[in-house]
């Protein structure tokens, strides 16, 4: 199993043989999508593979919004309200600082990735 995968079924206490919703439409999600790509965008460095950046979706939603730019505010708000309402322990700042950053990007028009 891959780590990022492992730590998203950790994180929302999860087992291999769930049924795991989808985050945006509540179907049966097959990815565990970075809403920041591992190698795209922000600190190269960063650990990308954290529950704040991993999101259960199907793979319709995965190839219509995954490397969308103007679409991931709207994704780590919608990740940030599913941690919450399931008890995921999680950074809190950090989740609202990508939030953040990418209102800004979209509000003025700046996308890299």
């Not at 730590?7 to 049966?28: A, K, N, R, V």
Request: hydrophobic share 30%; proline share 3%.
């Amino acid at each position: 199993m891959k780590k990022h995968t492992r730590i998203y079924l950790d994180g929302f206490q999860y087992d291999e043989t769930d049924f795991i919703p989808c985050e945006i439409s509540g179907g049966q999600a097959v990815d565990i999508h970075h809403i920041e790509a591992r190698g795209a965008g922000g600190d190269p460095y960063s650990d990308k593979d954290r529950i704040e950046n991993l999101m259960a979706i199907t793979r319709e939603l995965h190839i219509r919004y995954g490397d969308v730019p103007s679409k991931k505010a709207e994704l780590f708000e919608i990740h940030r309200d599913r941690m919450l309402e399931a008890g995921v322990e999680f950074d809190e700042d950090y989740i609202e600082e990508k939030i953040k950053y990418y209102k800004v990007m979209h509000n003025n028009h700046i996308y890299w990735n």
